[in-house]
């Protein structure tokens, strides 16, 4: 009996249930998101001109009541 168990209780726990990691590969974008995608990237690169412009005005402005 022992000499059942042990090589089997040895095979079991050997097994890895879970499968191996697959390669992660590019994503095709998708048309469909393709223009909401374009335009939340136009809207950071605006953003960002907008909040140099007006870190811009604020040293303007202190520098002209200094």
Same mark, same amino acid.
């Given at each position: 009996?022992?000499?059942?168990?042990?090589?089997?209780?040895?095979?079991?726990? /050997?097994? +890895? %249930?879970?499968?191996? %990691?697959?390669? &992660?590969?590019?994503?095709? %974008?998708? %048309?469909?998101?393709? @223009? #909401?995608? #374009? @335009?939340? &990237?136009?809207?950071?690169?605006? &953003?960002? *001109?907008?909040?140099? /412009? /007006? &870190?811009?005005?604020?040293? *303007?402005? +202190? @520098?002209?009541?200094?």
């Amino acid at each position: 009996m022992k000499r059942t168990l042990i090589p089997l209780a040895l095979i079991l726990t /050997a097994c +890895d %249930p879970t499968p191996p %990691p697959q390669p &992660e590969t590019a994503r095709a %974008p998708n %048309p469909v998101f393709e @223009a #909401q995608i #374009q @335009a939340v &990237e136009k809207a950071r690169a605006v &953003e960002g *001109q907008v909040m140099d /412009a /007006a &870190e811009a005005r604020r040293k *303007q402005m +202190d @520098a002209a009541t200094q």
